[in-house]
């Protein structure tokens, strides 16, 4: 009897870790290269609640699948802002963007202020 109850309870632990509210978003984020790619892709994943995270070189594209319970998409984009690359959520401090590998420098959509 008692390993019948077991089963049951750990059945329905396992339902719970499946009912999980995972969101997938695609929003656009510049950036010119793989090694923006890496900076972007990490900078996601290091949000406690994205699960998957891939941004695409050619159309600058990102698409992210993330826990509604952990993280919210606003938090996402800032934390890539954060990393330097402007994206549709937000815009990336001027200093962070000027300290990106030449490579990385992408065409600003808005001016850089003047210093």
Not at 70 to 88: F, W
Not at 89 to 98: L, N
């Amino acid at each position: 009897m008692k390993n019948i109850l077991l089963l049951v309870m750990l059945i329905l632990m396992g339902f719970g870790v499946m009912a999980q509210d995972y969101h997938k978003a695609k929003f656009k984020v510049w950036g010119n290269c793989e090694m923006c790619q890496t900076k972007i892709v990490k900078a996601a994943k290091s949000v406690e609640g994205v699960k998957k995270a891939h941004w695409n070189v050619a159309t600058l594209h990102m698409s992210v699948k993330f826990d509604t319970e952990l993280t919210t998409l606003s938090k996402i984009q800032k934390i890539i802002a954060e990393a330097g690359y402007d994206n549709e959520g937000y815009i990336a401090d001027d200093e962070v963007y000027k300290n990106l590998h030449y490579c990385c420098k992408y065409e600003r959509q808005l001016p850089l202020k003047e210093e």
